[in-house]
C-alpha cells in the first residue's frame, strides 16, 4: 500500500498543508512541529515523491556546484561550507569535480543544466566555455571571471600578492621566484592579480620579478621538474611566492632536499590557506584567503539572483597573513 | 519556441533513437555520432527534459554520497574520485556533507530518500540511524558497519594498525599511546580494528597498550588540549600511534613546541595517506590508504548491486607504509 500524504498529516495530527510545508521548508514551523511531522514519516516509511513535486513547481532545489578538485583542500572546504549552507536553506547541491580539465566541465555543465538545477556555483579555472554564456541560469563564479553578466565572488588577490612579496622583501629576500597558474587557464584576471601585484611590487624595489608557470593539470612529478628547473635556473635564488600552498609544499620539500635552510637561505610563502592545511603544515607561511566567509557570501547572492535575475555585483573580501616559519 | 529531439536529430544527420541513446548514454556509440549530437545540442541550445525522462524511466541517474567532511583531503580524495567514476557512467553525485553529526546525517538521509537516488554510498561514522535499515536502496558503506546487509569497502585496518605499532617498536619505541576516535562514534568495528592491533601487538611484546580518544567533532583548540593532556600524562612517551594525518600533524606540531625531537625523541606514526598530505607533510611517516581503489571498487559494488539487489559483500584492500622521517 502506498503511503501518501494524508496518512502522515493524520498520524502527526496535524493538516495536509502543515505536512507540505514542512516537506518544502517554507513558512515558520516549530521544530516541534517538524519533529512531529518527521517521526510519523519515518514510522510509515513516507518517501514524498519530489521529483512529481519538482515538474509542478518548475524548481529542483538543487544548486550544481563545479570545481577543479576536491581533493584539494581549498575546495574541499569551501564545497562542505556551501553544501551545509544551502542545505539549511533547503537547497541540495550536485557536485561535479572537473579535475582541471575543460572537456569534463562543458560535460558537467550540460549536466547540469539537463538536470535543470535551480543555480550554479562555478569555481573551476577552465575558459572558453561557451555554454555559460547562453544557459539562463542564475551562476555564481568563484575567483573567475565568466562573462561580464556572472557576478564573482572572490578575496583580494591583488593586496594577498602585495602583502606575500611585501613580506619576503622586508625579511631582505632579493632575488624573488613567483609561480602562478598559466595564464591561458585563469579567466582574466582575478588569480593573475597576485602576479601583477607580485610584479608591480618588485619594480617599486627596483627587484626584477622572474615568474614561472605551474600548471594544476599537471601530475605531481611534472610538477617538481619544473621546480627543480626553477631552482637550476636561479641559483642566488632566496625568496619564492608560491600561488597556492600544495605547490609550495613541494618547494618547500624539493629546497629542503637541495640543502636550503628555510627560512635563513630561502624565505617562503604560499597561499590559500585551508584550515587543513595549516594543521597539516604550520610552519609555511601562507596568505590565507577567506574560504568560509567566500562560501557564504557565495551562498546568499545565489539566493538572491534565483529570485532576482538582474541582481548581483562583484565581491572581495579581504585576505590575512598566516606567520609560520618560512620566512 | 522550444527545441525537441527531432530537431537535434535533424541537424546532427542521426535518428531520434541514436540521439536518445547518446542522452542516456546506453549502447556502443562513436565519439564522432557523440560530438554531432552535442554540437547539435549546443547550436540549438537544447535541454533535455531529464526529469520527466526520469519520471517515465523510474530511474534519476543520481547516487547520493553521504560523507563526513569533505574538507577531509581523505574524504576529498575519495568524493573526487567516486564523482569522476560515476560521471563516467551516466551518473551524477548528490553530495551531503554530514559534518560528522548523526542528526544532519539522519536529514541528509531523508532527504536523498525523497530525491530518490538510485543509490547511496556512505561515508561518515554517526550510528543509530534507523533509516538505513528500511531504505529498500542499494547501498555501499565505506569503512563502517551501518547494517549486516550492507556491504563494506574498506582498507585492512587491522593490518595497518599493527604495521604502524610494529614500526614503532622496532625502531626503539617502548612507550606507544594510541589515539582513535570514541568507540560510541564508529560503527563496529572497521576503524577501532586499528586498535584492536594496536592493543594485540602491544601485549605481544610485553608492552603496555595506552589509549586515548579523540572525537573528530571537536573544534582545532579541544583536539590540541586533550593532546597537551597526553603528554602530560604520560613523561615517558616515546612513540605514538595517531589513527588519522590530520590529527598527527597536530601531534607533532604540539611535541615540537614542547621541545621534543622528532623521531629522536618521539616517533609518531598517522593514518590516511592522502595524496595532498603526503605532499603537505612528507615527513610525516604514515598508513597509506588505498582511496582512489577504494573509491573504483565502492562504485563498481554499487552499480552492479543497484542492477541485482541481493549482491555484494565486504571487501577489504591492502594498505602500504609511507615512510617519512618521523620514525
Known amino acids: 500500500m502506498t503511503v501518501r500524504i494524508d496518512d502522515v498529516a493524520k498520524l502527526a495530527g496535524v493538516s495536509k498543508t502543515t ?186 624595489h627596483g627587484l626584477k620579478p622572474i615568474v614561472y608557470s605551474i600548471d594544476p593539470d599537471l601530475s605531481d612529478s611534472k610538477k617538481r621538474k619544473i621546480i627543480m628547473k626553477i631552482f637550476k635556473d636561479n641559483p642566488n635564488i632566496d625568496g619564492m611566492f608560491i600561488s597556492n600552498d600544495i605547490d609550495a609544499a613541494r618547494v618547500m620539500d624539493i629546497a629542503h632536499n637541495l640543502g636550503y635552510k628555510i627560512p635563513d637561505d630561502l624565505k617562503i610563502v604560499g597561499y590559500d590557506g585551508a584550515d587543513v592545511t595549516r594543521v597539516m603544515n604550520p610552519c609555511l607561511t601562507t596568505i590565507v584567503q577567506p574560504i568560509d566567509k567566500m562560501a557564504e557570501a557565495t551562498v546568499d547572492m545565489l539566493m538572491k539572483r534565483i529570485k532576482n535575475p538582474t541582481y548581483g555585483h562583484d565581491k572581495i573580501l579581504p585576505v590575512k597573513l598566516w606567520a609560520g616559519k618560512s620566512v
Chains 1, 2 share one sequence.
Open 19 to 204: 505536512v507540505s510545508r514542512v516537506l518544502n521548508k517554507r513558512g515558520y514551523l516549530s521544530e516541534k512541529t517538524i519533529k512531529k511531522v518527521y517521526d510519523a514519516m519515518e514510522q510509515l516509511n513516507y518517501r514524498p515523491n519530489v521529483i512529481a513535486r519538482q515538474l509542478f513547481k518548475q524548481e529542483t532545489k538543487m544548486i550544481g556546484l563545479i570545481f577543479p578538485t576536491l581533493a584539494n583542500p581549498f575546495f574541499g572546504q569551501m564545497a562542505s561550507v556551501i553544501s551545509e549552507r544551502l542545505f539549511e536553506k533547503g537547497y541540495r547541491v550536485l557536485v561535479g569535480d572537473a579535475l582541471n580539465d575543460p572537456n569534463i566541465e562543458r560535460k558537467y555543465l550540460q549536466d547540469l543544466l539537463a538536470h535543470q538545477v535551480d543555480g550554479l556555483i562555478v569555481g573551476s579555472h577552465n575558459t572558453g566555455i561557451s555554454e555559460y554564456d547562453n544557459s539562463n541560469m542564475p551562476i555564481i563564479a568563484i575567483d573567475r571571471r565568466v562573462n561580464n553578466d556572472i557576478p564573482i565572488i572572490s578575496s583580494d588577490n591583488y593586496n594577498g600578492g602585495l602583502m606575500a612579496t611585501e613580506l619576503l622583501i622586508k625579511n631582505g629576500a632579493r632575488n624573488i621566484v613567483h609561480t602562478n597558474d598559466p595564464k591561458s587557464l585563469v579567466g582574466p584576471p582575478q588569480n593573475q592579480e597576485r602576479k601583477r601585484a607580485y610584479v608591480d611590487s618588485m619594480i617599486e
